[in-house]
Structures are given as C-alpha cells and as structure tokens.
C-alpha cells in the first residue's frame, strides 16, 4: 500500500484552464501539507492542514485553494493557470511526536 | 526565518570517492535536522536525521552529525556508488507537524 499518493502525476495544460490534483494517504497523519518545487528543484511550503483546518498558508497567489474533506485527503484546486505555476508539486503528511514527513511522487503540472 | 544553506552543486564523482556535502542552518529554537533525498523522476525520501545537539544520522552508508556550535549537519559517505546519483536537500524544522525548511539541493552524479 502506498502511504502517500497523488493523483495525477502528470498534467499538462493551457493558460487560463482550472485544475485540481489530489492527495491521499494511510498513515493516520494529523497533518499534511502542499510543497512546491520550482524548476531548479527548490522545494518550499505552501499550505499546512491540521484536522482539516488550514493553519498556515504562506505567501501564495490566491488562485491556489487547497481543500481538506477529511483527515486522509487534501486537494489543491489551482484557478486560472499560468506559465509560472508549472513545478511539481508534492503533498506530505506529519503527525505529532515525529518530525519527520512523509512525501508523496509528486504532481509534475505543465502550463503551456 | 529559519533558513538552510546547502553547498551548490552539481558535484561529480567516481565512483568509490568520499562524498561531503556540507549543510549549515539558522534557527531560533532547536530544531530537528534532515537529510532528503530524490532520485531521478522520484518524489523526496528520508535518508536519515537528528533531533538534538551530537547526534547522528546514519543510514545507506551516510552519516551526518547535528553540531550546534557550528550549526552545520553535513553529509558524508565513505565511498560513494552510481546508485546514490540524486539530488539530496537539507532540512529542519523547528518542531513536529511544522513545514520543513528546505536547502536549494545538490545535485551528485557518480560515473562508474
């Protein structure tokens, strides 16, 4: 069973377009969490949910709505596109007492 | 903020060579130190951490020390193989169900 997994990995699509991808996991984590990697592979945070409620969300245009329906999944909705939010983006999981997360393959997303 | 500076790759090596990667950071607590790693197409991997001031990591052949005077947690292995060609990040964070705060990467290619 895969701990963390995304859906989909691949997306490619054009400027302006909406699209969602998706993240669930297994592990009875409290907490999850949206990175961003840019193309020169710098990875940073840019949501955090604990028990379904966001708790930090980092500077981030808000065309980017991530939401939490229940404790195993956490979804980023991004509204219309651009050329600059083409990166992978990866969901991880944490919980209390261990520092150290989880990550899922990643979502590599392609605006064209 | 809490930041991470990590030495720039890429770094090449034969394989069989010692490997150093050097990672230092700046925080206000005492946080809790990592090494990722992301293989080609992969998402990112635990390799190995510390919590607290001497401690090491060890794991694969890699060890790292978590050194407050310098507060430098640098990685190391004895002899290096192609399979560990990766892009390895430096981490921490401050406490659990924290985002983690990323170096930029290196980039280790290995040739045989």
């Known amino acids: 069973d895969t701990a963390v997994s995304q859906t989909p990995k691949y997306l490619v699509t054009q400027m302006g377009n909406d699209k969602s991808i998706k993240c669930e996991q297994n592990l009875g984590h409290d907490t999850m969490y949206w990175y961003k990697q840019d193309s020169k592979k710098f990875l940073k945070i840019m949501f955090s949910?604990?028990?379904?409620?966001?708790?930090i969300n980092e500077t981030v245009p808000n065309r980017f709505s991530p939401k939490s329906p229940d404790k195993a999944h956490l979804n980023l909705h991004i509204n219309s596109l651009e050329l600059g939010d083409s990166a992978v983006y990866f969901c991880?999981?944490?919980?209390?007492?261990?520092?150290?997360?989880?990550f899922g393959p990643g979502t590599r997303l392609t605006v064209l | 903020g809490d930041s991470v500076t990590q030495m720039e790759g890429p770094v090449t090596l034969s394989e069989e060579a010692f490997l150093t990667i050097n990672c230092t950071y700046t925080?206000?607590?005492?946080?809790?130190l990592f090494w990722y790693v992301q293989y080609p197409g992969e998402g990112l991997q635990l390799l190995l951490k510390?919590?607290?001031?001497?401690d090491k990591g060890s794991n694969k052949g890699f060890e790292a020390t978590y050194r407050k005077e310098t507060t430098s947690f640098h990685l190391e292995k004895g002899s290096v193989q192609v399979s560990d060609s990766a892009v390895y990040f430096c981490?921490?964070?401050?406490?659990?169900?924290?985002?983690?705060?990323f170096g930029k990467g290196t980039r280790l290619s290995v040739i045989a």
């Open positions: 981490a921490l964070t401050d406490s659990g169900n924290t985002p983690l705060v």
């Open positions: 925080a206000t607590g005492y946080p809790s």
């Open positions: 949910y604990n028990n379904k409620e966001l708790i």
């Open positions: 510390a919590t607290k001031a001497d």
């Open positions: 991880a999981t944490g919980t209390s007492g261990l520092d150290e997360q989880f």
